[in-house]
């Protein structure tokens, strides 16, 4: 059964501080690792990643994976007060033909 | 327009009632998925179909029965509500099961059984 898993699952900072949300994985045929920010509501798409070492990025957050180590990070600098959200990290893999998300990471920034 | 919308959008209600979530895409996709999301914030998939097929169907309780009247609709019909049922249920859309990495989530119905 494919498994994820993310730290910490609670972060409190303060505005301009830089974050790293972790997410590690077991999955059978690995397509993707995908992550996702949810504020009140739906979770909405942030990355998709499929290379290792390749970071992706927008604006402020950037993102890896290393598929040999199994995991990929999150990072987030100079942190605003909008940045607050749950983030969510999920695998897609062929066997089960569907995405499996970890418990998330519940990021709380301070002004 | 709204992509994924989901009715209602709160729901209270007493254990042991039955009840019903509908949601309806308008983005042209093929599959559709319900997924329960837990006080923990655990996202866990329930059901998918793919035109109007039940093509994942994860180990939850017999009282939960979803319908697909056509592609663009996606019913979840609980009966005997329980107490653990209590959770923020979301409906999302892909355009293909190949494509569930593009998932379009909708706003989540938020059931509480007291």
């Known amino acids: 059964e494919d498994k994820v898993v993310q730290s910490p699952l609670s972060l409190v900072v303060h505005e301009g501080d830089t974050v790293t949300l972790n997410c590690s994985y077991e999955?059978?045929?690995?397509?993707?690792l995908l992550w996702y920010k949810q504020e009140k509501k739906a979770p909405t798409f942030l990355f998709m990643l499929?290379?290792?070492?390749i970071e992706k990025k927008s604006g402020r957050l950037s993102s890896i994976l290393d598929k040999k180590e199994l995991f990929s990070i999150l990072n987030i600098t100079a942190t605003q007060t909008g940045d607050s959200a749950v983030y969510l990290c999920?695998?897609?893999?062929?066997?089960?033909?569907?995405?499996?998300f970890g418990e998330g990471t519940q990021l709380t920034v301070n002004p | 327009d709204t992509a994924v919308s989901q009715t209602p959008k709160y729901l209270v209600t007493q254990m042991g009632n039955d009840k019903s979530i509908k949601c309806e895409q308008n983005?042209?996709?093929?599959?559709m998925y319900w997924y329960k999301q837990d006080s923990k914030k655990f996202l866990k998939i329930m059901f998918s179909y793919n035109n109007k097929e039940l093509i994942i169907n994860e180990t939850v309780p017999n009282r939960f029965s979803p319908k697909s009247p056509d592609k663009a609709h996606l019913n979840l019909h609980i009966n005997s509500l329980e107490l653990g049922d209590s959770a923020v249920y979301f409906c999302?859309?892909?355009?293909?099961?190949?494509?569930?990495?593009?998932?379009?989530f909708g706003p989540g119905t938020r059931l509480t059984v007291l």
């Open positions: 983005l042209g996709h093929d599959t």
């Open positions: 999302a859309s892909s355009q293909a099961p190949s494509r569930r990495h593009e998932q379009f």
């Open positions: 999955v059978t045929n690995f397509r993707s």
């Open positions: 499929t290379s290792s070492g």
């Open positions: 999920a695998v897609d893999g062929t066997s089960g033909s569907r995405l499996t």
